[in-house]
């Protein structure tokens, strides 16, 4: 059995305010057409409600407490009595995906059909067990939102990391240096430490940086694997992803095939994304839009891949990108951008060991937060439909949800 929309809520007035009454620090929340909430001066309603947006792309938030909503929004009124308001919310937002595709439209701003949502059918669960899925729920997003939070410090505090470690340096004791503390010098990139210099990328390199294969062919599966900028899109290459050419085209380019230790840098596309080699892909090869970086034995291939992630860096490639159709940045002008870096490379390695570290724990987060959404995905599709009870599925969220 299933219960329509329109016989659990109350539909409430339309809203007077436009999204252009938002200020930035307004005393209510203001739900307007888009993924988030904004703020406003005004509260036009109180209490728990479902707001949908009408226009644009479907989204749909809970409104609790005081709050204002725009005139592109739709706000909806559980009636208590038949329906937890937050299981309500959970089931639509578990549906909005469908709501987006069957339940807009127009050609040029496409709004909300109401009546497509007023006749969606919500399954007829019992009112405890609502309020248990919408307890289990309401706890796993408060995981996502503190774990994404936590993400959030980390990421700011790799920046400041990367920031102070990348242009001060650390002294013989382990401490970051200060111009108050040690000697510094004017540089092409700004002020470096004493023990510092400022060299080319072609001087860092004991093989010349050159970009792959011009012409891959066919993927074969038993040939080798080739890295496009399209396989730079995460943190690291993933090698069971990558296509593979055959053993004759990847030879005739041996200068390209890379090793453990190496670098790879679009060259095109997401231009200035830098990945390591790690030894799964050891004799991969690249294509013409990736550039092979192989860092001299004096110099650290992590610390250099982290002073090719500086904003000084991404300066200097911003400059020296060309092209209308699609950005890229030669071979030539590659070898000439400027890296400022540690003469000695027991520095070098230590500054690369430290923002690696804080690498790690971020990494760490972003995998609990993947979990988390991938739990409350499960939790929905079996929870919102009725097909298991909150029961039988808690066990699966022990030792996720902290």
Not at 5 to 27: C, F, M, W, Y
Not at 84 to 99: G, N, P, V
Not at 238 to 244: A, F, G, Q, V, Y
Not at 341 to 370: C, V, W
Request: glycine residues 8%; proline residues 3%.
């Amino acid at each position: 059995m299933s219960q329509r929309v329109s016989d659990l809520v109350r539909e409430l007035p339309k809203s007077r305010l436009p999204a252009g009454n938002a200020t930035d620090d307004g005393q209510f929340l203001f739900y307007v057409s888009g993924p988030a909430p904004l703020r406003c001066d005004t509260a036009i309603h109180e209490g728990n409600a479902l707001i949908l947006s009408t226009g644009g792309n479907a989204a749909v938030h809970y409104g609790q407490g005081c709050y204002s909503y725009s005139t592109d929004c739709w706000a909806l009124e559980p009636i208590n009595q038949k329906v937890e308001a937050k299981f309500l919310y959970y089931f639509i937002s578990s549906q909005i995906d469908r709501i987006g595709i069957l339940g807009f439209e127009g050609s040029g701003l496409r709004h909300l059909r109401k009546n497509f949502v007023r006749q969606y059918s919500v399954p007829d669960i019992a009112r405890p067990e609502q309020t248990k899925i919408a307890e289990v729920l309401s706890t796993v997003d408060r995981a996502i939102e503190q774990t994404e939070a936590i993400i959030a410090k980390q990421e700011r505090i790799k920046t400041g990391l990367m920031q102070d470690l990348l242009t001060r340096g650390i002294d013989e004791h382990g401490n970051l240096r200060s111009e108050k503390t040690h000697k510094f010098k004017d540089s092409p990139l700004g002020r470096i430490p004493v023990e510092w210099e400022v060299r080319a990328l072609s001087d860092l390199v004991d093989e010349d940086i050159t970009y792959g294969i011009v012409q891959a062919g066919p993927h074969i599966e038993e040939g080798v694997p080739y890295i496009r900028t399209g396989d730079m899109t995460g943190n690291n290459i993933e090698s069971s992803k990558l296509l593979k050419t055959s053993v004759k085209i990847a030879r005739s380019y041996g200068r390209s095939s890379v090793y453990l230790g190496d670098i790879v840098f679009a060259l095109r596309a997401t231009v200035g994304m830098v990945l390591p080699i790690m030894e799964e892909l050891n004799g991969a090869n690249l294509t013409q839009g990736t550039a092979k970086i192989s860092p001299k034995n004096s110099i650290s291939s992590t610390f250099l891949l982290w002073a090719l992630r500086t904003s000084i860096v991404k300066n200097q490639i911003r400059v020296h990108q060309k092209g209308t159709t699609f950005m890229e940045i030669t071979l030539t002008d590659l070898r000439k951008i400027k890296v400022s870096i540690p003469k000695q490379k027991k520095e070098q390695i230590q500054i690369a060991n430290r923002l690696s570290a804080q690498y790690d724990l971020n990494t760490k987060y972003i995998l609990i937060l993947g979990k988390l959404r991938s739990l409350k995905t499960a939790l929905m599709q079996d929870l919102l439909t009725g097909k298991k009870s909150v029961t039988s599925l808690l066990n699966d969220a022990e030792g996720i949800i902290v």
